[in-house]
């Protein structure tokens, strides 16, 4: 009987406990979001120069897209005077041409680097890739094909299709941390 006599004792202190820890306001940051970084960083044919010197880079080149146009051109036509009995066809002649739909590009940007993608990591980043329906494999740690196939394809919407994680692609993942510089602050309310 002394234990039932016992409990309001213990309850009503904790219950105090909870009542000013729910009071006390939990400080976040003044940040709403952050910033989206650019998949393509740099369009050169050369590397950068004003990049940081410990950082990772890889260049990506995408081919020109060229369409080749067939055309039939007229090369004699009928002569509306004579009568259609003794009239020639009309003669037509095949000439081809290509003409450039979408240039060369050659891009430079930032990549994780090689000591980074450790097995630990690299499952990391096929479980971030399965969940958002690019990679269908074994958990692995291991960059296979399968796994380059995904980054591409993750990467690919962004304007970049390289196999190479770039790191604007690892933030978007969850994976690289975003810099303070990048968080956009919260609107008024």
Request: with cysteine; glycine share 4%; net charge negative.
């Amino acid at each position: 009987m002394t234990l039932f006599r016992r409990i309001p004792a213990l309850v009503g202190p904790a219950v105090g406990l909870v009542l000013v820890t729910g009071c006390v306001a939990i400080s976040r940051p003044d940040v709403s979001r952050f910033l989206e970084p650019e998949m393509v960083a740099h369009t050169s044919a050369e590397r950068p120069a004003q990049v940081d010197p410990d950082a990772c880079y890889d260049r990506d080149v995408t081919p020109a897209v060229i369409e080749t146009v067939t055309e039939q051109v007229i090369v004699t036509s009928p002569d509306p005077t004579q009568d259609s009995t003794t009239q020639r066809p009309t003669a037509f002649r095949t000439e081809t041409h290509q003409k450039i739909v979408e240039d060369r590009r050659e891009i430079w940007f930032e990549t994780v680097c090689p000591e980074t993608m450790t097995p630990a990591f690299t499952a990391s980043l096929q479980r971030a890739l399965a969940v958002r329906g690019h990679y269908r494999g074994e958990i692995t740690g291991q960059v296979d094909s399968a796994t380059r196939a995904a980054v591409r394809a993750f990467q690919r919407p962004e304007g970049l299709a390289s196999s190479t994680l770039s790191v604007a692609a690892a933030k978007r993942l969850g994976l690289a941390v975003y810099h303070p510089g990048e968080a956009l602050p919260q609107p008024p309310r």
